[in-house]
């Protein structure tokens, strides 16, 4: 038996790779880094990334996170907190790729770094890498996360969301003070996103409407003046936007000069089964679905999705089959997630915060609403 060609050393791929090892495969797995790198989104595991974890017999607790039980939503002068209904854990992505990549080299995956995808045949039967190699497996498995691939484009690029990221070490009251849990903050066409990781550092998210950020040449230029700037001056639009951030980044020290940025992020994306489809390609993680960052489930998807494709092919099935079970399973959560994402952009902010203030029970709703059980 010969096992699937895998794409992209995240989450998604890195879980496909165990999943198969463990059914007593060696696939291979081409990487486009030669070495761990940050990525933009995904710090935060959610109560189904644990769950993920463990069913690929990892234990959580080996990747040294940081606790998160608790949330927090602001919106000007207005605060909402409640417990979450799950315990999540606060992991930076290069430290999480790294682990996972070397749990799937451990169980036998052959690992190939620096291996960058150009391109796919019309048919998605042949992957032309850039280095001028060709191949041409039964079994594709696309899990290059938010890097579309020539010749198995996502739609709806041109108008996706914009995210910024940077790591930042807090003054120790402003660190006791955010310890367990995770601040979505709401701006104006925009929120941010404030939590610990690993090592009690603390990691700022920022995702802004297309509409806010002007196309440019460059992925960093494209993500707007933000992110053109240096973190410093990030920190400072932020702070001078909201005033929860401004008192939670006060002392705060980056910990590089420049935001990492990406732009064109299609948010509510989800690919359907289609008769033109090639039938040994299947899309893992952000290539299968993008969840908004406000649900905080992207990394449980990721994993659920590496794990589902691994395991649908064992069983025979081919990519149409996985592609039915896993938007059948993401869809209802997904649209939730992509209209609490509009209603917490919109004019209706100050409602949405005023309302789960006073109804505390809203929070953890929301939270549970937008989780893929049905993946798990």
């Known amino acids: ?15 496909a790779a165990i999943r198969l090892a463990m059914a007593g495969l060696q696939p291979t797995l081409l990487e486009r880094s030669r070495e761990p790198e940050d990525k933009v989104c995904g710090d935060f595991l959610s109560g189904g990334s644990l769950a ?5 017999g990892l234990d959580p607790a080996m990747l040294g996170g940081h606790p998160i039980r608790r949330v927090r939503l602001l919106q000007g002068e207005r605060t909402a907190e409640a417990a979450l209904p799950f315990a999540a854990l606060g992991v930076s ?11 799937a080299a451990q169980r036998g995956t052959l690992v190939r770094r620096g291996e960058r995808l150009r391109g796919l045949s019309a048919d998605g039967r042949v992957a032309r890498l850039t280095s001028g190699e060709s191949l041409a497996p039964r079994t594709l498995f696309l ?26 070490r807090l003054a120790p009251v402003q660190r006791a003070a955010l310890a367990g849990s995770v601040e979505v903050v709401l701006l104006r066409g925009a929120y941010a996103g404030l939590q610990l990781v690993e090592n009690d550092r603390a990691v700022v998210c920022v995702m802004q409407d297309r509409s806010a950020a002007p196309h440019r040449r460059s992925p960093a230029d494209e993500a707007g003046p933000l992110a053109s700037r240096d973190v410093a001056a990030l ?6 936007r909201a005033p929860a951030l401004a008192r939670r980044l006060e002392g705060a020290v980056p910990e590089r000069l420049r935001p990492f940025a990406i732009a064109g992020i299609p948010y509510g994306h989800l690919h359907r089964t289609d008769p033109a489809d090639p039938t040994g390609l299947f899309r893992l993680g952000d290539q299968a679905c993008v969840i908004p960052s406000l649900a905080g489930e992207g990394i449980a998807l990721a994993l659920g999705s590496g794990r589902l494709a691994a395991e649908t092919w064992i069983g025979g099935g081919d990519a149409a089959r996985y592609h039915h079970c896993f938007s059948r399973a993401v869809a209802p959560p997904l649209r939730r997630a992509v209209g609490l994402h509009r209603l917490c952009l919109g004019p209706a902010q100050a409602w949405v915060v005023s309302l789960a203030g006073w109804i505390p029970g809203l929070l953890p709703l929301a939270a549970a609403w937008t989780r893929a059980t049905r993946l798990g």
Not at 1 to 8: C, F, R, S, T
Not at 52 to 56: I, K, Y
Not at 156 to 167: E, F, I, M, S
Request: zero cysteines; charged letters at 20%; glycine letters at 14%.
């Open 1 to 15: 038996m010969h096992a699937p060609l895998i794409v992209g050393g995240g989450p998604a791929g890195s879980a």
């Open 52 to 56: 993920a974890l463990r069913s690929l």
């Open 93 to 103: 992505r290069r430290h999480l790729d790294a682990v996972l990549l070397e749990a």
């Open 143 to 168: 899990a290059t996360g938010k890097h579309d691939v020539a010749g198995a484009l996502r739609p709806d690029r041109a108008g996706g969301a914009v995210g910024l990221k940077a790591y930042v």
């Open 235 to 240: 920190l400072a639009d932020l702070a001078a």
